[in-house]
């Protein structure tokens, strides 16, 4: 309890601090300290509660949101490349991408991606074991306004040759 407390107490000292002017009265934006600024350049200080104008913030824009890689072989595995440009204002910088499952991995560059770049998101899928229709999703967290963008790679997976596709089990009725 005494600890919450103390957590509680300097969490009201820190936010108390942040929000008092400089200390000579002026304003930040007129000494070249643009919070907004450092908001874009950091996205760890995006979650903080700053104003930003929307119109300042990167924009990732995807020439293709979604991958459909076909029919392919139980054990094949997929190699695609998402391609993206800022069109925003200011630096993008990515910093996470999360599959679905561990059968999908993401690689982004950890550069920031300057106004009217170009980069890319590389995704590879492993399709051992699976079987079906298959749909999988890559979260995308950035310093954007949403933060997060999802881009999909799906397609059909076929048993290998000489192996049985495992059906799903049928349901059983429960009797009452």
């Not at 190699?79 to 599959?99: M, P, Q």
Request: proline share 8%; hydrophobic share 30%.
């Amino acid at each position: 309890m005494k600890k919450s407390l103390i957590v509680l107490l300097g969490a009201v000292v820190f936010l108390a601090a942040c929000n008092q002017e400089s200390s000579d009265g002026a304003d930040d934006s007129a000494t070249g300290n643009d919070v907004s600024t450092d908001v874009i350049n950091n996205p760890k200080t995006a979650n903080a509660e700053v104003n930003v104008d929307p119109a300042t913030l990167p924009v990732m824009e995807f020439e293709v949101e979604e991958y459909d890689y076909g029919t392919i072989t139980a054990g094949d595995v997929v190699d695609y490349t998402f391609k993206f440009t800022n069109t925003g204002k200011g630096d993008l910088v990515i910093s996470n991408a999360k599959a679905s499952c561990g059968c999908t991995v993401p690689y982004w560059p950890k550069e920031p991606i300057p106004p009217g770049e170009s980069a890319e998101i590389k995704v590879s899928y492993n399709s051992k074991g699976k079987s079906g229709k298959q749909k999988k999703s890559v979260t995308i967290t950035a310093n954007t306004q949403p933060n997060t963008k999802v881009v999909y790679i799906s397609g059909e997976v076929t048993p290998a040759e000489g192996t049985t596709a495992t059906p799903a089990p049928t349901p059983v009725p429960v009797q009452q």
